[in-house]
């Protein structure tokens, strides 16, 4: 015979229980897929940043290196110094943009961390649950 829990089997509170947690479940699944478009959107963003790095590097480099070499060498800088000055800061700038880029791609970034922690603590509760 059942035991009665305030007008409930065992049965009926075991059937609620998986109604429950089977809609806990589709929320968990819909926070998944929110998490995974925050991390395409970041992907895509660091991608941007990574192509707009690189197209900032080659046209600075050339008119930056253009100019200033021009510059230098008419102050009495020779061509070969000028050249080094400009190219190390460019560079510099580069590295700048592509670390930031990287930083964005990163696995760390793009992983569904919250969902993750989330259902572990469904798990959890749900193990408390069960006798």
Request: net charge negative; with cysteine.
């Amino acid at each position: 015979m059942a035991r009665e829990t305030d007008g409930q089997t065992a049965g009926g509170l075991l059937t609620d229980l998986v109604q429950q947690f089977t809609g806990l479940l589709s929320t968990e699944a819909q926070l998944l897929r929110a998490e995974l478009r925050d991390s395409v959107d970041n992907l895509k963003s660091g991608a941007m940043e990574v192509i707009a790095g690189a197209i900032c590097l080659l046209a600075a480099l050339l008119v930056l290196l253009q100019a200033l070499v021009a510059a230098l060498a008419e102050m009495g800088l020779g061509v070969g110094w000028a050249s080094l000055a400009v190219g190390v800061v460019i560079a510099l700038f580069g590295v700048i943009l592509l670390k930031r880029g990287q930083s964005n791609l990163s696995a760390r970034t793009l992983a569904p961390t919250r969902t993750a922690h989330q259902l572990n603590q469904d798990i959890e509760t749900a193990k408390e649950q069960v006798p």
